[in-house]
């Protein structure tokens, strides 16, 4: 019997362990509840959900004011789920399309929140809402955090919505939106691009900088991802990243072409845009008509006729609703919960933008490419590559503007994953203040960004090199 009530105590010992939380009280009375993973002298480690983003934080002992227990309440971890259906059903017949109105009007991080977009979502895929309409008129860089986690929502909930835009201003984070959307239509003066200015400026704070690797990975999410769905990405990389010249026109024959330049000959007016490098492109009006976007002169009610989409009906308010509700909400969340939740998010987009950019360095290094070299008609007495071969040890001068443009590509993103690099050493800085664990061991980006400054000397001292 003592052998049993021991098994027993056992095991009850086990299953109170794996289903228990915890909470913990800092001292200026913030609670976190959730499962402590780790405990020492020194801090509390607690796997927690902080402003919607589940995280282990770490908190000091000398701040830890009460640790409380009590059972893990069904579902703790799981997003809460989204509302029932706010509508009627019965006002509704089986050939009615239905859809929710989203306005996207002001600043991101301001009157736009991601969570606002996301619980649209969330309420029109779980109500079977199979359409929802964005109302944009916003315009510059406001919050890129909040632009990016609006893309990353809009493309979990694609497969199960079809988006559709109304624009009147979509210039800098709202493109998050437009660019997701399967149909576009234009209101009278429409503009659409990135934010006016230049975003190679040098002068510009380390704060822009950090921001700028961050946009640039989005640029690169957005391009592949329209690449994926058959689409062009160049015109979008010259709002968002405009490395490159662009230029587009309509051809002979009327198809819309692209390319770093135009044809020399070519007529005026088959000329849509022509875009410098550094320089963010805005379409305006006209240029998005002669692009092929059509022009609409009405309300989100009358949508469903442009689109031939029968009995085209509103769900509810709930999208207008879920956004103004979003705003308030979001003046009563601590400071520390959005600080988590934006480094987080921070890391997560610029340790891929700091991947992806050495990836690029290492596609375009120079050293891996094949080259021409010049020849000469010797009489094989050492002449020419000094094997009577007739060939030279140097570059042809094709080959020679071949090494130069591969050396200065290279370069660039050699320079941007630099960048990256610092980005997230201060990232992984802040991390460990706010007692989260930081994505680098200490020490291992300052190795490789001296690796890179190595790199990046050796082919600056090179670009010039006439052959082998």
Same mark, same amino acid.
């Given at each position: 019997? !003592?052998?049993?009530?021991?098994?027993?105590?056992?095991?009850?010992?086990?299953?109170?362990?794996?289903?228990?939380?915890?909470?913990?009280?800092?001292?200026?009375?913030?609670?976190?509840?959730?499962?402590?993973?780790?405990?020492?002298?020194?801090?509390?480690?607690?796997?927690?959900?902080?402003?919607?983003?589940?995280? @282990?934080?770490?908190?000091?002992?000398?701040?830890?004011?009460?640790?409380? !227990? !009590?059972?893990? %309440?069904?579902?703790?971890?799981?997003?809460?789920?989204?509302?029932?259906?706010?509508?009627?059903?019965?006002?509704?017949?089986?050939?009615?399309?239905? &859809?929710?109105?989203?306005?996207?009007?002001?600043?991101?991080?301001?009157?736009?929140?991601? *969570?606002?977009?996301?619980?649209?979502?969330? &309420?029109?895929?779980?109500?079977?809402?199979?359409?929802?309409?964005?109302?944009?008129?916003?315009?510059?860089?406001?919050?890129?955090?909040?632009?990016?986690?609006?893309?990353? #929502?809009?493309?979990?909930?694609?497969?199960?919505?079809? &988006?559709?835009?109304?624009?009147?201003?979509?210039?800098?984070?709202?493109?998050?939106?437009?660019?997701?959307?399967? @149909?576009?239509?234009?209101?009278?003066?429409? =503009?659409?691009?990135?934010?006016?200015?230049?975003?190679?400026?040098?002068?510009?704070?380390?704060?822009?900088?950090?921001?700028?690797?961050?946009?640039?990975?989005?640029?690169?999410?957005?391009?592949?991802?329209?690449?994926?769905?058959?689409?062009?990405?160049?015109?979008?990389?010259?709002?968002? *990243?405009?490395?490159?010249?662009?230029?587009?026109?309509?051809?002979? $024959?009327?198809?819309?072409?692209?390319?770093?330049?135009? %044809?020399?000959?070519?007529?005026?007016?088959?000329?849509?845009?022509?875009?410098?490098?550094?320089?963010? +492109?805005?379409?305006?009006?006209?240029?998005?008509?002669? +692009?092929?976007?059509?022009?609409?002169?009405?309300?989100?009610?009358?949508?469903? =006729?442009?689109?031939?989409?029968?009995? /085209?009906?509103?769900?509810?308010? &709930?999208?207008?609703?879920?956004?103004?509700?979003?705003?308030?909400?979001?003046?009563?969340?601590?400071?520390?919960?959005?600080?988590?939740?934006?480094?987080?998010?921070?890391?997560?987009?610029?340790?891929? #933008?700091?991947?992806?950019?050495?990836?690029?360095?290492?596609?375009?290094?120079?050293?891996?490419?094949?080259?021409?070299?010049?020849?000469?008609?010797?009489?094989?007495?050492?002449?020419?590559?000094?094997?009577?071969?007739?060939?030279?040890?140097?570059?042809?001068?094709?080959?020679?503007? =071949? /090494?130069?443009? +591969?050396?200065?590509?290279?370069?660039?993103?050699?320079?941007?994953?630099?960048?990256?690099?610092?980005?997230?050493?201060?990232?992984?800085?802040? #991390?460990?203040?706010?007692?989260? $664990?930081?994505?680098? =061991?200490?020490?291992?980006?300052?190795?490789?960004?001296?690796?890179?400054?190595?790199?990046?000397?050796?082919? !600056?001292?090179?670009?010039?090199?006439?052959?082998?």
């Amino acid at each position: 019997m !003592k052998r049993i009530l021991i098994v027993l105590v056992c095991v009850l010992a086990v299953m109170t362990a794996t289903a228990r939380a915890d909470i913990v009280v800092r001292d200026d009375d913030q609670r976190f509840e959730g499962e402590i993973v780790a405990e020492n002298a020194d801090a509390v480690s607690i796997d927690t959900v902080i402003a919607t983003v589940r995280t @282990t934080l770490k908190v000091p002992r000398s701040e830890v004011k009460s640790i409380e !227990k !009590k059972p893990v %309440p069904p579902g703790f971890f799981e997003p809460p789920p989204a509302p029932s259906r706010i509508s009627d059903p019965k006002a509704f017949g089986a050939q009615d399309t239905l &859809y929710l109105e989203v306005p996207i009007v002001g600043k991101f991080g301001e009157a736009v929140y991601a *969570d606002g977009v996301a619980q649209v979502l969330a &309420y029109a895929k779980r109500n079977r809402v199979r359409h929802v309409v964005f109302n944009i008129d916003s315009t510059g860089w406001n919050n890129i955090d909040e632009a990016g986690d609006v893309y990353r #929502a809009m493309k979990k909930y694609q497969p199960d919505i079809t &988006y559709h835009a109304l624009i009147r201003n979509c210039l800098g984070d709202a493109l998050a939106v437009a660019l997701m959307c399967d @149909t576009v239509n234009l209101l009278p003066g429409a =503009k659409v691009g990135g934010a006016p200015g230049n975003l190679t400026d040098a002068s510009k704070t380390r704060e822009a900088e950090d921001e700028e690797v961050l946009r640039r990975q989005i640029a690169e999410d957005v391009v592949n991802h329209m690449r994926e769905r058959g689409k062009p990405g160049t015109v979008v990389r010259a709002m968002i *990243d405009p490395v490159d010249p662009l230029a587009v026109w309509r051809n002979k $024959e009327g198809a819309i072409v692209s390319g770093s330049a135009p %044809p020399e000959d070519l007529p005026a007016d088959r000329l849509i845009i022509r875009n410098a490098p550094g320089e963010v +492109l805005v379409l305006l009006h006209d240029q998005l008509i002669k +692009l092929g976007m059509p022009a609409f002169d009405g309300k989100t009610s009358d949508l469903g =006729k442009v689109l031939n989409l029968p009995n /085209w009906r509103l769900e509810s308010d &709930y999208g207008r609703k879920a956004l103004t509700d979003i705003v308030a909400a979001k003046q009563k969340v601590v400071r520390f919960d959005t600080a988590v939740k934006t480094n987080i998010s921070r890391r997560e987009t610029t340790g891929r #933008a700091f991947q992806h950019n050495l990836q690029m360095a290492a596609q375009y290094d120079p050293s891996k490419a094949t080259y021409g070299m010049q020849s000469h008609h010797g009489w094989g007495w050492g002449w020419g590559g000094g094997d009577g071969s007739g060939e030279s040890n140097l570059f042809t001068q094709e080959s020679q503007q =071949k /090494w130069q443009r +591969l050396t200065d590509t290279c370069m660039m993103y050699l320079q941007r994953a630099a960048q990256a690099a610092l980005a997230m050493k201060r990232l992984d800085e802040e #991390a460990v203040k706010l007692g989260l $664990e930081p994505t680098y =061991k200490p020490g291992d980006l300052a190795l490789t960004a001296q690796d890179m400054e190595t790199r990046y000397n050796t082919l !600056k001292a090179e670009r010039d090199k006439r052959g082998k």
